[in-house]
């Protein structure tokens, strides 16, 4: 039995669409792709981008972190490229549609880069595959994230973004190796 692969999302039926049955010549890419969720927390989809504009939804929305790593194995598997919808320090959206501000200076966001280049750094040097070493980015970043809004009296919000920052900036770096 043949497996349907779909070259665009109009050929697609059902809420989402497995990999498997993505003809891989027509991804442009994979998209993480910010999206209104419970009580202001963001929730993000995953998304497979064609090369004919066209997207399509890959599994459930889930939280920011949770998304990012199910696109980077699936980059790994199929060598498609990943972007996040929401651009670095751009404010969440939030389920009235307000929008909240940033909670990071320019020269916090800096430092949080910083951080994620050494982290990159510390990764390249152990010679981590890309999927594993996003993976391990974010797991210190989910760390530093509880340990700054426990011990750091960090606001919550604030520390999510300082670590979707240095998140992207290791993740850019990695990927430039």
Known sequence: MSVTRHRTATSIVGDFVDPDHLEPEAVR????????GR?????????????????????????????????????VLYDWPVH????????????????????????????????????????????????????QAADRLAAFVALSVVEGGLDSDAAKEAAIEALNETIQKLLKK
Do not use: K, W
């Open 29 to 36: 890419s994979l998209l993480v792709n910010p999206l209104p």
């Open 39 to 75: 009580r202001g927390a963001p929730l993000y989809q995953a998304e497979v981008v064609f090369h004919d504009g066209t997207t399509y939804p890959l599994a459930a929305p889930e939280e920011n972190l949770d998304v990012r790593r199910y696109c980077q194995r699936l980059s």
């Open 84 to 135: 996040d919808g929401m651009q670095t320090g751009m404010p969440c959206p939030s389920v009235t549609g307000e929008v909240s501000s940033p909670q990071l200076s320019q020269g916090e966001r800096e430092a949080m880069r910083r951080i994620g280049r050494e982290i990159a750094d510390g990764l390249e040097a152990g010679s981590i595959p890309f999927g594993r070493a996003v993976e």
